[in-house]
């Protein structure tokens, strides 16, 4: 049987814990085809980004036409983008109708802090996504508005359909409710609060990724937005809890993919 066939835009990450490869690493785990397109370059590890080198748009336009001109692709995720021309240029395909399914991960701030995109980048996007999908930090740079609590999630995700996005799921991961880690969607169904265990780590490179490109997998399958939401929030817990006593790195390590420690 010929597998469905997923497109990440991304950054690479040479750690190998978010990006490309942690896409990648979730379209194989999922039963997907992934392809990639190459945004940026970086040098980073479990301990934070030492360098970032963004590409050329027309290297990320070439990569993307060669891709899709071979490839039935399903669904599509971007994540981290770099600058303003080169989400001009995967806008530009979004609107020709070239990026079916689209999921936006604004990446952009790192687990470690380091600054990886710009605001106006993610902008240019949100008028073409089925779903974005913010944590609280990159949902307050959008919205300009702090995100602390349950309530300003779902405030925040309001106003991200209102710019464009037709669904919105701000994570909750850094926002303490009890011992739950609480997702808040939005869209034309209204809005839905997501509750799951928090996994106690302090291995969480690479979640935003994870759970964004697990979503683009299930749209991929055919999962309408809050079931494929749901599904990409039970496979992260998974991950997280198998790589949570993990020592790959010094630092904020990466998730358990493939259930290794399940």
């Known amino acids: 049987m010929t597998p469905t066939t997923v497109l990440t835009v991304a950054g690479s990450d040479s750690g190998a814990g978010a990006g490309i490869q942690a896409d990648l690493k979730v379209f194989a785990a999922l039963g997907a085809y992934g392809t990639s397109v190459l945004t940026a370059i970086t040098a980073q ?51 020709a109708g070239r990026l079916p399914e689209l999921v936006v991960d604004p990446v952009l701030v790192a687990t470690s802090g380091h600054r990886l995109g710009v605001v106006e980048a993610v902008e240019r996007l949100l008028p073409y996504a089925r779903l974005a999908t913010p944590n609280v930090a990159e949902a307050a740079a959008l919205t300009g508005a702090p995100v602390t609590s349950v309530e300003e999630m779902a405030t925040a995700a309001r106003a991200l359909v209102a710019a464009g996005s037709e669904w919105v ?37 690479g979640t935003g990724c994870s759970f964004s490109a697990a979503v683009t997998v299930r749209l991929a399958l055919g999962d309408p937005v809050p079931a494929a939401v749901a599904a990409a929030k039970q496979y992260v ?23 290794w420690s399940a």
């Open 45 to 95: 590890n479990t301990r934070g980004v030492d360098a970032v080198l963004p590409l050329p748009p027309q290297t990320v336009t070439d990569q993307l036409d060669s891709v899709l001109s071979d490839f039935a692709v399903r669904a599509v995720k971007t994540g981290m983008l770099g600058t303003p021309a080169v989400a001009g240029a995967i806008a530009d395909a979004a609107a």
């Open 169 to 205: 799921v701000v994570t909750g991961g850094d926002v303490t409710v009890g011992d739950e880690a609480v997702d808040v969607l939005h869209g034309p169904d209204g809005t839905t609060v997501l509750r799951g265990p928090r996994v106690p780590t302090r291995h969480t490179h």
């Open 237 to 259: 817990t998974r991950a997280l809890t198998g790589g949570r006593d993990w020592e790959l790195g010094a630092g904020r390590g990466p998730l358990d993919h493939f259930g």
